[in-house]
């Protein structure tokens, strides 16, 4: 029996490390896009861009194609 609990403990911390590995990885990278949208959001509206003015012109213009694509706007936390 202590050889059956051995053997299954192995393969379910192995899985447990590749869920591990990917999630830290996705976190990664979720921060990355989150840091670059801020350095593009930065450059844009240092470039004289109205990003609030955009965002409304999509939410209005998606709501009036009445298309299936979701708008979110960037609020800052």
């Not at 051995?6 to 921060?31: C, F, N, V």
């Not at 949208?37 to 240092?46: I, M, S, Y």
Request: charged residues 20%; without cysteine; glycine residues 4%.
């Amino acid at each position: 029996m202590k050889t059956l609990i051995a053997a299954m403990s192995l393969p379910r911390s192995l899985r447990m490390q590749t869920w591990l590995l990917k999630h830290s990885m996705q976190s990664g990278m979720e921060r990355h896009l989150g840091d670059m949208n801020k350095q593009l959001r930065l450059k844009l509206e240092a470039e004289g861009f109205n990003l609030k003015a955009m965002e409304s012109l999509w939410s209005s213009t998606s709501a009036a194609t009445n298309n299936n694509f979701m708008v979110f706007s960037w609020t800052e936390t």
